[in-house]
């Protein structure tokens, strides 16, 4: 499957508010598939007081700028006619504090009890975890504007089935579970967790991790292929296979459940980091390994995107469909960061870009790889050397070419 990543926000304004809505999709669908996608993924639809929506007030319902549940059951079922998939980014983990559960339901999250040590710091950037509240402290993984749910209490298994369900019977096919890794601290209570949500291939699973953690999710459901993404970029940067060559031996056991990508919303876009030609050659790497394969909307134009933890938004521009930027179903909800009008970044200008990169995935599809296996994996010098549906795939990491000889 080749999956095409919306950030709702940015995407296309249907309504004139300049806010990318469910109908500009419907209205975009022509392009979305002349890509190559076989699906659509939504960041968050959600009621939340935040421009990503990863912070949910209301999981039941569409956030009104991005329009009703009825546009999303028209978006359901146009996908559905073009014999696409929809997949919704469902964050599970936490709501928002402004959801009125966490006023009227406590019992719901995550308090600290007399052990718990308040000082606790995420990982990754060091966080605080356990913020102040009348009642006590709330344990909120992302930040005092979310609210950790409590999955040890039955009633809150209760209602995210029932989320689930409720988005099923709306005509979703599956969904990009956010932050699976961090229902539990235990890696074995997340997977059964998951398990008994009911995920399975037709979703993914948010686990950002290395391999080994990894690996237990993926006999559940599709996951991100997080460790192929970074060391390709590294190994197109040093122009030496190495680091790809490891990742793939590393991955190999998973390749199938892998969901395979260059760029999202929480990272760089692959164009800034390696340039257009680097960019193409990462595209026709992941494109001829076996699992899914994610685009991130905008990349098949080679728009650009720095990501910075304190500005998320600047990797998400307003997709730009004409050069002005004026044009009609431009989402100017905020101000381009690094695709500026009049700089040649829309997709009037990026037609040579757009064909050479709808090429690349008209190729993966034509020759089935991904339901294939990875053979004969081998690095000679600057050379990655594998075959793949009896396919000869040779990757030149000096000259950044793909080659590909029938076997
Ligand atoms: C998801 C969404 C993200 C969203 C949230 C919260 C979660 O995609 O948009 O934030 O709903 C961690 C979490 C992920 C989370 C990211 C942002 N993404 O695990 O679920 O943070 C390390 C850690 C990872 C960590 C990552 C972050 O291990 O757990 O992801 O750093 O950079 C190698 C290692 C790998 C390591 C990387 C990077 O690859 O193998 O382990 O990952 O290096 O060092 C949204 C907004 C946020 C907002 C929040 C409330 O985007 O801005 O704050 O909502």
Redesign the pocket.
Known sequence: MVVYEIFIRSFRNSSGDGIGDLRGIIQALDHIQSVGADAVWL?PIFPSP?F?G??PTDLFSVNPVYGSVQDLKELAGELHSRSMKLIL?L?L??TSVLHPWFSERPELYIWASPQDDLNER????G?FVWHRDPRGHYRG???P??ADLNYENPKVLKEAKKVIEFWKGMGVDGFRV?????FFKDHGRNVELLRELGFGDESVL?????PE?VGSYAEVSGVFN??V??ALKASIAERSPQHLYHALIKTSSLLKRLWHFLS????SRICSEIGEEGALFALSVISTLPGNLVVYYGDEICMKGIYD?HH?EDVSDPFPWCESMCCRGTALWKSPRHNLPHSGSSLQRRGEFLERFKEIIRVRKERGFCEGEIEELEMRGRILRYEIKGVEVIQDFSSLKTEMRRG
């Open positions: 960041t935040s990503h990863y912070d980014d964050p983990h936490h995420r990982p990754w950037d966080g993984f992302f930040g504007c979310t956010d932050a699976a890794k961090h948010e686990v950002w991790d290395e953690v997080f460790s993404w970074g999202s919303h929480d990272t933890p998320p």
